[in-house]
T-cell receptor
Framework: GENVEQHPSTLSVQEGDSAVIKCTYS??????FPWYKQELGKGPQLIID?????GEKKDQRIAVTLNKTAKHFSLHITETQPEDSAVYFC???????????FGSGTRLLVRP | DAGVIQSPRHEVTEMGQEVTLRCKPI?????LFWYRQTMMRGLELLIY????????DSGMPEDRFSAKMPNASFSTLKIQPSEPRDSAVYFC??????????FGNGTRLTVT
């Protein structure tokens, strides 16, 4: 089955700097890669997703890149703000149309 | 839209007691998921319903766990009898065809 690895587990950046979180996946059948942000006491919320027919997608300060050959995808947050502090999860769907396998999460701290 | 609604938000119970977690998916969504989140195992899919029918329950850990979806607007996850190792945050999520997964804010279960 699909296995998703996520790095780093914790990331501390200065406000205004960029943050990059990386994930690798094992199942070449994966074609959907969402990223979720989880704030304390809340459920994960989708912030951006990408499908395998696209190499990059951007939404304001957030971007995701996908390298299908290397089986890795990354989340890039530019001009970080304190409210970006949260736990971020990547996920991949493997050969399933409905099942998401989540990475272990990255705790991002943006220092004011 | 009110989003996915879960109740209770917190549940504390003694080992051996029955626990019932409740979920109201987003109106119009035909897929419902129950996930469990722990520090050790991260986010795990327990069961997936499509059009109120259980499609994949391979993630249900033991026979002590059961889930039902009697109609399109309500689902329950029951643990009987509960054990301390069941302590976790349980999330309900819903989606419709082609739409991303929307999570509720979870139920934090503590079994003493």
């Amino acid at each position: 089955g699909e296995n998703v690895e996520q790095h780093p587990s914790t990331l501390s950046v200065q406000e205004g700097d960029s943050a990059v979180i990386k994930c690798t996946y094992s199942d070449s059948a994966s074609n959907y890669f969402p990223w979720y942000k989880q704030e304390l006491g809340k459920g994960p919320q989708l912030i951006i997703d990408i499908r395998s027919n696209v190499g990059e997608k951007k939404d304001q300060r957030i971007a995701v890149t996908l390298n299908k050959t290397a089986k890795h995808f990354s989340l890039h947050i530019t001009e970080t703000q304190p409210e970006d502090s949260a736990v971020y999860f990547c996920a991949a769907n493997g050969d399933s149309s409905y099942k998401l396998i989540f990475g272990s999460g990255t705790r991002l701290l943006v220092r004011p | 839209d009110a989003g996915v609604i879960q109740s209770p938000r917190h549940e504390v119970t003694e080992m051996g007691q029955e626990v019932t977690l409740r979920c109201k998916p987003i109106s119009g969504h035909n897929s419902l998921f129950w996930y469990r989140q722990t520090m050790m195992r991260g986010l795990e899919l327990l069961i997936y319903f499509n059009n109120n029918v259980p499609i994949d329950d391979s993630g249900m850990p033991e026979d002590r766990f059961s889930a039902k979806m009697p109609n399109a607007s309500f689902s329950t996850l029951k643990i009987q009898p509960s054990e301390p190792r069941d302590s976790a945050v349980y999330f309900c999520a819903s989606s419709s065809s082609g739409s991303p997964l929307h999570f509720g804010n979870g139920t934090r279960l503590t079994v003493t």
